[in-house]
């Protein structure tokens, strides 16, 4: 119960007050859903694809001790595929966090403009 919290339920709410705090305070409350969203399936879809990635390389392997090390690691290699996944996460707030500052700067250079 306490990694299904830790692999699922943590990261949900970490997604989801970040980017609502991003877009809250850029003034883009209007569209945060689909970026929130957007963020979400970017951090599952790709702690999923990596674990099924992996354990598909480890499965179609012939040695048998590579196999037994996945059973006996699967939590460390649970946290790694969700750091690779939070790693991809963060680009995309990077990412949105620029694409709001500089549409913050036009709006705030039209409004100047329009007061001179």
Not at 5 to 11: D, G, N
Not at 20 to 31: C, D, M, N, P, W
Not at 83 to 93: F, G, I, N
Request: net charge positive; aromatic share 16%; proline share 1%.
């Amino acid at each position: 119960m306490v990694r299904l919290c830790i692999i699922y339920l943590l990261p949900f709410l970490i997604i989801y007050v970040s980017f609502a705090k991003l877009s809250e305070r850029f003034g883009q409350t209007k569209s945060a859903f689909w970026k929130i969203f957007f963020a979400m399936l970017i951090f599952f879809g790709t702690q999923f694809l990596v674990s099924n990635m992996t354990v598909f390389l480890v499965l179609s392997s012939d040695d048998i001790n590579i196999k037994n090390s996945l059973v006996l690691h699967i939590f460390s290699a649970q946290i790694i595929f969700s750091l690779t996944a939070a790693a991809a996460c963060h680009a995309y707030y990077k990412f949105l966090k620029g694409k709001f500052m500089k549409e913050d700067l036009l709006r705030k250079d039209s409004i100047n403009e329009i007061g001179q």
